[in-house]
């Protein structure tokens, strides 16, 4: 079992800069794939980004790439998302999620573990 907690977001101007954090309970944690998700009002949760167990694969929608980093410290049972050059289009409940294996997958419905969301707005 792994729980998840979310932590960072906030209210930033567009052009700003958020890091989320995904602080994670259990030791199992450090050989699961982790996912950000988003979920704006009235639209579906979209992936945002993902990494595998070790840290060395990461994933990104088109959208953010360039622009968000994916990172996790298996040590300290963190996982992190480097929010830069946000965009009002960014604004969103963003969630965290793992799943118990070494692939990164894109859909939601393949994470067995969430978190309780962090909100994120950008002002223009």
């Known amino acids: 079992q792994v729980q998840l907690v979310e932590s960072g977001g906030g209210l930033v101007q567009a052009g700003g800069s958020l890091r989320l954090a995904c602080a994670a309970s259990g030791r199992t944690f450090r050989t699961y794939s982790m996912g950000w998700f988003r979920q704006a009002p009235g639209k579906e949760r979209e992936f945002v980004a993902g990494?595998?167990?070790?840290?060395?694969?990461?994933y990104y929608t088109d959208s953010v790439k360039g622009r968000f980093t994916i990172s996790r410290d298996n040590a300290k049972n963190m996982g992190y998302l480097q929010m830069n050059s946000l965009k009002p289009e960014d604004t969103a409940v963003y969630y965290c999620?793992?799943?118990?294996?070494?692939?990164?997958?894109?859909?939601?419905?393949?994470?067995?573990?969430w978190g309780q969301g962090t909100q994120v707005t950008v002002s223009s």
């Open positions: 999620a793992a799943r118990p294996s070494t692939i990164v997958l894109r859909t939601a419905y393949d994470y067995d573990y």
């Open positions: 990494i595998n167990w070790s840290g060395d694969s990461t």
